[in-house]
C-alpha cells in the first residue's frame, strides 16, 4: 500500500507538541508493516539542511529521512516558511497563516506527480494540512492521477480548527460556493478543520473515548453536530509510544538507569532529584511530578488550587512546564511559600524531563480533556504511576487501582474538581504506604504502548477504506 502522511509537525525536523511524535513516529511503524509511506511537511527556516541532510530536489522541494527508514519532503517558500517559529510568535499566530498552509496543501498535492508517487491513501494531520483533502476532492477530482486517492482526516485536537476571516476566502482558489454552512463556512468565519471533516472519506481521532466525546457539545467545540452526522465515518485509534526515546533502561538523561528488574535504581534517580529541588532525600516520601503545559485544559487551575493543602501531607511536587503567564505566577508564589516541598520550573527542558518520570513516585495529569496524551503512557514505562482525570486517551489506558485490583494501574477521579482531585492524591498516597503499591509498580513496567498495535489497526482502517484496491 502507498500512503503520503501529511503533517505541519514532524520529530525530529519541527516540534511544537504532540503531534510531532506522533507523525515522527506511525511513519516508522507502518514502514516496519512493509508498506511504502511517505511524509511530507514545510521546510521552517527553524531546520537545520546540514543536521538533518537536507538534499534539494528543486527550487521548493527537499528531502531527508525519519530514522534512514521513511522518506520525508520538506516544501519550501522564499517567505512563508521563514518565520522564527512554526504557527506564531508571542504576539499571537502569523498573519499569513491562511496563505502558508493553504500553499502548503496544494504544493503537497503536485509533489505526487512530481516525485512519480501515487498514492492509495493521503493521510492529513490537524487544520494545518486539511486543505489538502478539500482541493483533493474539489480543484484535483477530476484529474485521473488524483481522482482515485482515498483520503483520512486525523483530529489531534479538535479546538485548534485554523480560523480565518472570511475576506480571505477568494485567495484559497476555490468556488465562491463552498463558502458555504455545509462545507468551510463556520460562524461568518473560514474554518480549515471543518472542510477536513467534511471533505475526508475517513476521520480518525487519537483515543476511543476522544472519538465518542467530540460528539458532544461539552467537547465538540461548535463542530459537534457534523462529527455527529459522520459518526459512521469516525474512528479512535490510540496514539502509541516510541519506546526508542522514552525508555529507562537506555535513557542517558536520567540520573541513574534501570529496569523492571533493578526497580531499586529508581530509587536513586528519586533521591537525587529531591537534592536538585531542594527537598528532604527521603525515598518514603510521596514524590509526584508533573510535565504539561500550563493551560486550563490541562487542568493546572485545579492543581494550583489544591497545592495549599496538598503541601499539608507528607509529600513532595515538581512541576515543569510553561503556558499561561497567570499560571506561571500563581505557581512561582506558591513554589516560593511551600519553597520545601514544591519545586516549579517554568520552561521545556528534556532533560528535567526525563528525570521527573524517572524519579517521581506519582504522575499528575488532571487536564480537564486530552485528546490522547502521552504523559501516563511515558510514567507507566518509568514506573511512576498516573493520577489522572477520566477523559478522552486517559479514561481509554487508565484504570483505576481501587475499582479494578486485579487491572488497576493508576489513580483515577471522574468529577472536575479540587475536592475529588485532593482526594485522589490522598487515596494514592495512602497506597503508596502500603505493599500494594509495588503491586501497581511492577504491573505498570510490564505496560505496551508501543506504535506497532496502532499502526495495525491504521493500516486495517485504510484496507477497509480501499476495499477491493487492497
Request: proline fraction near 2%.
Amino acid at each position: 500500500m502507498k500512503i503520503l502522511f501529511c503533517s505541519s509537525e514532524v520529530v525530529p525536523f519541527a516540534k511544537t507538541g504532540g503531534l510531532a511524535d506522533v507523525a515522527g513516529a506511525l511513519p516508522v511503524a507502518l514502514k516496519e508493516l512493509k508498506h511504502d509511506i511517505r511524509v511530507v511537511m514545510p521546510k521552517y527556516a527553524s531546520i537545520d539542511k546540514n543536521k538533518f541532510s537536507l538534499k534539494k530536489v528543486n527550487k521548493y522541494l527537499f528531502t531527508s529521512k525519519i530514522s534512514d527508514k521513511v522518506t520525508v519532503y520538506f516544501i519550501d517558500h522564499d517567505s512563508f516558511f521563514k518565520h522564527d517559529g512554526l504557527y506564531g510568535d508571542k504576539k499571537g499566530d502569523y498573519p499569513d497563516n491562511l496563505e502558508r498552509f493553504s500553499y502548503f496543501s496544494k504544493k503537497a498535492i503536485e509533489l505526487i506527480k512530481e516525485v512519480k508517487f501515487v498514492p492509495d491513501v493521503v493521510h492529513c494531520n490537524d487544520w494545518q494540512t486539511a486543505l489538502i483533502i478539500v482541493y483533493l476532492k474539489t480543484l484535483y477530482k477530476k484529474d485521473p492521477v488524483y481522482s482515485k486517492i482515498k483520503t483520512v482526516f486525523t483530529i489531534h485536537n479538535l479546538a485548534y480548527q485554523g480560523l480565518f476571516g472570511k475576506e480571505s476566502f477568494s485567495k484559497l482558489g476555490l468556488d465562491e460556493k463552498y463558502f458555504h454552512v455545509d462545507y468551510l463556512e463556520y460562524y461568518d468565519k473560514i474554518n480549515f478543520l471543518k472542510g477536513g471533516l467534511v471533505f475526508s472519506d475517513i476521520i480518525t481521532t487519537v483515543s476511543e473515548a476522544y472519538s465518542k466525546e467530540i460528539q458532544t457539545k461539552e467537547f465538540g467545540c461548535g463542530l459537534e453536530g457534523l462529527l455527529a452526522k459522520r459518526k459512521d465515518a469516525l474512528f479512535g485509534i490510540i496514539n502509541g509510544l516510541d519506546y526508542n526515546l522514552w525508555n529507562p533502561a537506555q535513557d542517558a538523561l536520567i540520573y541513574k538507569k534501570y529496569s523492571g528488574k533493578s526497580l531499586k535504581d529508581k530509587h536513586e534517580n528519586k533521591i537525587k532529584l529531591q537534592a536538585e529541588c531542594g527537598f528532604t532525600k527521603n525515598k518514603d516520601i510521596l514524590t509526584c511530578g508533573m510535565v504539561s503545559r500550563l493551560a486550563e485544559q490541562k487542568g493546572v487551575d485545579v492543581l494550583s488550587d489544591s497545592l495549599d493543602e496538598l503541601m499539608k501531607l507528607n509529600l513532595q511536587v515538581v512541576i515543569l512546564g510553561t503556558g499561561d503567564v497567570k499560571y506561571h505566577d500563581i505557581l512561582l508564589d506558591l513554589a516560593q511559600k511551600h519553597k520545601d516541598s514544591l519545586r516549579v520550573f517554568l520552561k521545556f527542558d528534556n532533560k528535567i524531563a526525563h528525570r521527573i518520570y524517572a524519579a517521581s513516585d506519582l504522575f499528575l495529569m488532571p487536564s480537564r480533556y486530552e485528546p490522547c496524551g502521552l504523559g501516563q503512557m511515558i510514567s507507566l514505562k518509568y514506573a511512576t504511576i498516573p493520577l489522572v482525570f477520566k477523559t478522552g486517551g486517559l479514561a481509554d489506558t487508565i484504570i483505576d487501582f481501587h475499582k479494578d485490583k486485579a487491572n488497576g494501574n493508576g489513580f483515577v477521579f471522574e468529577n472536575f474538581s479540587k475536592y475529588d482531585f485532593i482526594s485522589t492524591v490522598k487515596r494514592a498516597m495512602d497506597v503508596f504506604k502500603k505493599d500494594k503499591f509495588k503491586v501497581l509498580i511492577n504491573r505498570a513496567v510490564k505496560s505496551n504502548f508501543s506504535w506497532q498495535a496502532s499502526a495495525v489497526k491504521y493500516i486495517d482502517l485504510f484496507k477497509r477504506l480501499l476495499k477491493e484496491k487492497v
